[in-house]
């Protein structure tokens, strides 16, 4: 059964530190990644998503690489900013069921002023 | 707009009584799922449906309800079965064979 880790359960840094997020799976099997953005009492905002057979996607500020041999994936956040203050989420689609994404539990990121 | 709406936001009931959460998309849509979020865990699958009048129960099924009447619209019965329904509930929806869900504001049910 597919198990999702992410680790701290919750960080705070300085404004303006380059961070990284953390997220670990127990079955490589998998068909995608994809990590999340949720603010405090609202859904979830897709940031990025990683293919199998892809390493790693960029969106501005945002990296999130995948080794999917470790079980791995980080989302890097350049130059951090209080308004990326939220909890992210990373999740696992595996090939059993197209239909069912595994999430973990976040982690919470305070970025101070 | 496009997207996924849910409603209401706050929803506060009686121990005993059956809620309906309500979840409408206008992305057109085929997949539509149901998850409950608890503090500090990640979401889990309550139900999904990837056709209409179609549903397949998640990894949390027992005492909630769904039904697919048309591509737009899923909603969830909370029944008073459900042992534990005081959550935040997520509504998402993905187009047929597409990997990304695009998920709604989330509603809030409170049962005292």
């Known amino acids: 059964k597919q198990e999702v880790t992410q680790i701290p359960a919750a960080l705070s840094v300085p404004e303006g530190e380059n961070l990284v997020l953390n997220c670990s799976f127990t079955d490589s099997a998998i068909y995608n990644l994809q990590w999340f953005r949720q603010d405090p009492g609202k859904g979830l905002t897709s940031l990025l998503l990683?293919?199998?057979?892809?390493r790693e996607q960029t969106s501005g500020r945002l990296n999130a690489s995948l080794d999917k041999s470790s079980g791995r994936s980080t989302l890097y956040i350049a130059a951090s900013q209080p308004g990326d203050s939220a909890t992210y989420l990373c999740a696992v689609e595996g090939y059993s069921s197209a239909s069912k994404i595994i999430f973990g539990s976040g982690t919470r990121l305070s970025i101070r002023p | 707009d496009g997207g996924i709406t849910q409603s209401p936001k706050y929803l506060f009931r009686k121990e005993g009584q059956n809620v309906t959460l309500s979840c409408e998309q206008n992305l057109n849509h085929d997949a539509m799922y149901w998850y409950r979020q608890d503090p500090g865990q990640g979401l889990r699958l309550i139900y999904y449906?990837?056709?209409?009048?179609?549903?397949q129960k998640g990894d949390i099924a027992e005492g909630y309800s769904v039904s697919r009447e048309k591509k737009e619209s899923f909603p969830l019965t909370v029944t008073s079965a459900q042992k534990n329904p005081t959550a935040f509930y997520l509504c998402?929806?993905?187009?047929?064979?597409?990997?990304?869900?695009?998920f709604g504001p989330g509603t809030r049910l409170t049962v005292t």
């Open positions: 998402a929806s993905s187009p047929e064979g597409g990997p990304r869900q695009y």
């Open positions: 990683i293919q199998s057979s892809q």
């Open positions: 449906s990837q056709i209409v009048n179609d549903f």
